[in-house]
């Protein structure tokens, strides 16, 4: 904790119980103390800043009104529960929020009873919190659960699919919409609390039960009519129409940052009515935080920054980071070809095409977060003679399988798929790492997959992915800088399915496999010096992979060792399936794959998660050593 913020009704809440000791009227007290706090935090470690900001008073008003661990509070993607962190007997270790070893930036079960759903993904809070729910009324138990989503999550299709389950059974689930996109214009004010308030109280809601069993004696047809009439009638001048017609009983909007708003609302959506309820708040992202507030997109996610300034520290790059060369790389491109299009799943900045935006702002398209949309909607532009780029974090097309698949791959459409923080991504830990995109790729027929090994790669896969019309192509590059390589103006159109030597030796050949050619060219350097002369070849593609290179490979050398930033049944295993159908898998050649251990690596910087995989320099060494049964002391390493 910081000796100079002054936070003194802060110091006197662990747990929630003892926020709940204190009067209503020290809330606004403690929320500007919890801000304080979170921002001081935030400002040593980085991290999700503006989100959290903004549901400050929420967050309060849900753990007094709630008698949470027992009632279940679930936040949906989890950038904002810093603030839920620092109340629930975390405040001791906020500071350690994205480091190793320390806490999580996101909700996590291991992690307190506080946290009853994990979530790094958008759009999951609802499907969680209704299983939740429904399990509570199976137990015969009073236990509330509350879904806190925002409104950017609620454009994700798994949203809507939850609502419209949620109000088929009827169990009683509260979900509080976080509107943080809009402003809080008069009519939001003091007559729409005043409503919300008449609205969720008990005398409303009793003549509203007392009605539905009336009309029920006048069958199911007449009582729905009716019922529908009503909520219609009161949707006009509350809003919430959409919520209505799902199942949900709507409430506000409100003021989120007002807990004369805030609290009597949760405590009679608490005391009275059963079955699904809404709660339309709305909130400013970056409240409480000057620069924050000026600035809602640049302090989302940040860097370590000065609390005074908001300046916010950044490393000096030694070389332009892959993501920004994909997107220069992309805008060359399109200047040559003006079907080629960029398509975004509510994340234009993280993906770059924000800058591709600037220059051809009729040729992007943010989808929202709702990636199996957004593939689809590729291939409908492919179907059509466009030339869509998919650029999407490995992670998070993960979520579009399925459109990969059936949409794209089954009718070889040339959708391109640009794949952003490829490999261990560092402070986000598990939840946002790229491991499993080789994988589940490569493994679809006439899929084309490449992997850049540095940042004039990336520019040549590009290119070469938009000269690509014969069926999907995917393409992926890591978190962060590139290694300095000299940079061409612009990329070259590579031969599909071919793979370089980058150095030649004649004991040992290492087959490099996207960005851990750099460690691999190091290691080469030690198993020479240790007298071991070392090819070092750069595979480029995992599909089709290039089986002239891997054969004069294990012919002509006694060790074969595959690496790649990927998990088991990426690269490695189509090079093990290929060597086994040629008969080279003889005994003769020594083979192994390194590829990411079968388990989540939590969050740690990435040269140190890659160390504890095994795929950095010393891990490269150390694994040829055991193959041939030596040990690296023996030779001075």
Do not use: W
């Amino acid at each position: 904790m910081n000796p100079m913020l002054q936070t003194p009704l802060l110091d006197q809440v662990i747990y929630p119980d003892d926020l709940r000791k204190l009067d209503d009227k020290d809330m606004p007290q403690l929320a500007a103390e919890l801000r304080a706090e979170m921002v001081d935090a935030v400002s040593k470690t980085g991290g999700h800043l503006g989100a959290g900001l903004g549901v400050v008073e929420l967050t309060i008003a849900v753990h007094k009104v709630f008698n949470t661990p027992y009632d279940r509070v679930i936040f949906d993607v989890g950038h904002q529960c810093y603030p839920h962190k620092i109340l629930t007997g975390r405040r001791d270790r906020i500071r350690t929020l994205r480091q190793e070893g320390g806490l999580s930036g996101f909700t996590r079960r291991a992690e307190s009873e506080y946290d009853p759903f994990g979530a790094a993904h958008s759009s999951t809070s609802i499907s969680a919190g209704l299983g939740m729910a429904v399990a509570a009324e199976m137990d015969e138990s009073k236990r509330n659960v509350i879904a806190i989503i925002g409104d950017g999550a609620l454009s994700g299709g798994m949203a809507f699919e939850a609502l419209n389950n949620a109000g088929s059974l009827d169990a009683r689930l509260i979900v509080i919409l976080n509107d943080n996109d809009m402003s809080i214009a008069p009519p939001t004010g003091a007559m729409s609390a005043y409503l919300a308030r008449l609205a969720s109280g008990r005398t409303y809601l009793g003549f509203r039960e007392i009605g539905k069993k009336l009309t029920a004696y006048l069958g199911k047809n007449i009582d729905r009519a009716i019922t529908r009439a009503v909520e219609h009638a009161r949707g006009y001048v509350t809003g919430g129409t959409l919520f209505e017609e799902l199942g949900f009983y709507h409430i506000g909007p409100i003021d989120g940052h007002s807990f004369e708003h805030l609290l009597p609302v949760l405590r009679n959506v608490r005391d009275n009515g059963n079955g699904p309820v809404l709660i339309h708040i709305v909130t400013q992202k970056g409240k409480g935080y000057a620069p924050a507030e000026a600035a809602a997109d640049k302090y989302h996610g940040v860097n370590k920054f000065d609390v005074i300034t908001g300046a916010q520290a950044k490393a000096k790059p030694n070389a332009p980071a892959y993501t920004s060369v994909f997107a220069e790389a992309l805008i060359e491109e399109a200047r040559h070809d003006p079907k080629i299009v960029g398509i975004t799943a509510a994340m234009p900045t993280g993906t770059g095409l924000d800058k591709f935006a600037e220059v051809f702002p009729k040729r992007i398209f943010d989808v929202g977060i709702a990636e199996q949309h957004g593939i689809t909607f590729a291939a409908g532009l492919a179907a059509e003679g466009y030339k869509p780029f998919a650029a999407i974090y490995s992670t998070f097309l993960q979520r579009a399988y399925d459109q990969v698949v059936h949409d794209v791959a089954i009718q070889s459409l040339p959708v391109r798929f640009a794949i952003d923080r490829a490999g261990y991504v560092g402070a986000d830990g598990p939840t946002h790492a790229g491991s499993f995109d080789t994988t589940y790729l490569a493994t679809l027929p006439g899929f084309v997959v490449m992997a850049a090994a540095d940042e004039a790669e990336l520019k040549h896969m590009v290119r070469t992915a938009a000269a690509y019309d014969d069926g999907p192509i995917s393409f992926r590059y890591p978190r962060g800088e590139g290694v300095g390589v000299e940079m061409p103006a612009r990329g070259e159109i590579l031969e599909i399915g071919k793979g370089r030597v980058v150095k030649q030796g004649t004991k040992v050949a290492l087959l490099s496999f996207g960005t851990r050619l750099a460690d691999c060219l190091m290691a080469a350097e030690d198993l020479d010096a240790a007298g071991l002369s070392t090819t070092v070849a750069d595979a480029r593609f995992a599909k089709p992979l290039d089986i002239d290179l891997i054969r004069q490979l294990a012919r002509n050398h006694e060790v074969l060792l595959t690496v790649e930033e990927g998990a088991i049944g990426g690269f490695g295993a189509h090079v093990l399936h290929f060597l086994a159908h040629e008969g080279l898998l003889d005994g003769r050649l020594k083979v192994r794959p390194l590829v990411m251990p079968d388990l989540f690596i939590e969050q740690a910087k990435p040269e140190t998660m890659n160390a504890m995989a095994g795929l950095d320099r010393k891990g490269i060494v150390s694994t040829v050593f055991q193959m041939l049964g030596q040990t690296e002391a023996a030779i001075g390493l």
